[in-house]
């Protein structure tokens, strides 16, 4: 049996997989395509990522018979107007929606050599990145020879993986969002420029070496980041896309905004780092590196998006922010210590720490969550939850929050902010500056805020939901 998948919000390209285009209020079923196989109930959620248009769900298959084994299927919804679901509507042959989830795959076995598998996903607005991996096994050069009291006798031949990755996007490319220049087809142009959308799948170009691999990769509205780690667990960071306000600038990380050090200026604005930008810069085709500072003997645990600034979770617990500080989503955030959990809105970061759940940014549509206290102002603040309650992760789509807690033995979902497409699951379209609860029966296995839109992946189970 497929996994009980919710969905809420907008939905007027059918990319939330209910079988039609109309916007939905309650977390509602989605609806798995009649071509599908037949999937197990051991089958589970590994990403989902839901843009403006569009929907990718990344399933996997454990093998019953080698338990280390597994198998993972793509899915998508919604409409390929620029080719996100495959280049040149792959899927389907004009561009009309498709309603439900249905398997596709970004690289063909006539294109790409080897058996590749989609292990890892992302999205811009009109754009999907799939990081594809292939397995490949191979015995020793030299068997092993021990000595023993009967004589001389050889081990037998082991047999050794060789793990490669590719990263391939398709969809527009109006700011760089397909990240390469380096099409799959041998017959596709040299170069794609920017502002043309793909008419065939592309390979990032991220100079993965021997024993890389991507370990996180996220998209924001128009810009792309990556951590790519080595065999040894060394981390490196690069993204592609926009960078008109710093979203791949490390000069505008957090520390940097309105020090003393450079006279209360940065790259990414000025007086108090929130007025517009005053270095141009161009949309990025090609990856670059991103260099952090990332203190020694610590590594990067997550990364959050917004529409044009980052969040990266240490391992110490402190962060890492760099790009627009236009609404104060970044100020001040490298203070902050003991978080386990980060969040990202268009304008606004949300954090989870040891002290409680903590806003900052843009508070347009109430999405602060701290009641009439927050006002218009972008500082940061405590975001209460239910006496009792315990925050176990927070999620957020493009100006709502969505929190999952606990108490005891029950679980509960908790949304507030933007609510104009329902996206909020609490049966109406009117924005909530503080987190309500909503009517959720079930064990919650996963959380996913996209582009005003809310799902909720449920225990088979315990799985209750209105249809």
Not at 125 to 145: A, D, G, K, L, N
Not at 427 to 442: A, C, K, M, P
Request: glycine share 10%.
């Amino acid at each position: 049996m497929a996994p009980t998948l919710l969905a809420c919000g907008s939905n007027t390209s059918s990319h939330l997989a209910l079988n039609h285009p109309d916007d939905v209020s309650f977390l509602t079923s989605t609806i798995y395509h009649p071509s599908l196989p037949s999937l197990p109930s051991s089958c589970n959620i590994l990403y989902l990522v839901s843009s403006s248009a569009h929907s990718l769900l990344l399933l996997t298959i454990p093998d019953t018979v080698h338990r280390e084994k597994s198998t993972n299927i793509l899915l998508g919804a919604g409409t390929n107007t620029f080719g996100q679901l495959g280049p040149r509507c792959a899927l389907w042959d004009d561009i009309k929606p498709e309603s439900r989830w249905k398997p596709l795959s970004l690289i063909k076995s006539s294109t790409v050599e080897g058996d590749w598998e989609p292990v890892k996903i992302a999205s811009t607005w009109t754009t999907s990145i799939v990081v594809y991996q292939r397995i490949s096994c191979f015995p020793q050069s030299e068997p092993e020879r021990v000595e023993s009291s009967s004589g001389s006798s050889a081990i037998p031949t082991q047999r050794e993986e060789k793990v490669d990755q590719i990263v391939v996007s398709s969809g527009s490319n109006d700011f760089g969002e397909l990240g390469s220049s380096s099409p799959i087809m041998l017959n596709a142009p040299a170069e794609i420029p920017i502002s043309q959308a793909s008419q065939n799948s592309t390979v990032v170009n991220l100079g993965l070496k021997k024993g890389e691999k991507v370990e996180i990769i996220r998209g924001g509205q128009r810009h792309v980041i990556v951590v790519i780690s080595d065999k040894n667990g060394r981390q490196r960071v690069a993204g592609w896309g926009t960078n008109r306000k710093g979203e791949l600038d490390p000069s505008t990380l957090s520390k940097n905004i309105n020090s003393e050090v450079d006279g209360g200026s940065s790259s990414n604005g000025k007086g108090k780092g929130k007025g517009k930008s005053n270095v141009v810069r161009s949309a990025t085709s090609p990856p670059i590196v991103i260099n952090l500072a990332i203190p020694e003997g610590e590594k990067i645990l997550d990364i959050s998006l917004g529409a044009s600034h980052t969040l990266a979770l240490l391992s110490n617990g402190r962060l890492l922010a760099w790009g627009s500080d236009l609404k104060g989503q970044i100020s001040g955030i490298h203070e902050l210590d003991g978080v386990i959990g980060i969040a990202a809105t268009w304008g606004g970061s949300y954090f989870l720490t040891s002290k409680g759940l903590y806003s900052q940014g843009s508070n347009t549509h109430s999405q602060l969550l701290r009641g009439t206290q927050a006002g218009s102002g972008s500082a940061r603040g405590k975001v209460e939850l239910e006496e009792g309650w315990k925050v176990v992760k927070i999620v957020a789509g493009t100006e709502h929050l969505l929190v999952h807690a606990q108490k005891g033995d029950k679980d509960a979902l908790f949304s507030g902010g933007w609510n104009e497409h329902g996206n909020l699951a609490l049966g109406d379209q009117i924005d909530r500056n503080i987190l309500e609860r909503v009517d959720v029966e079930g064990l919650i296995k996963g959380l996913w805020g996209g582009c005003a839109s809310t799902w909720v992946w449920l225990d088979d189970t315990t799985a209750s939901a209105q249809e």
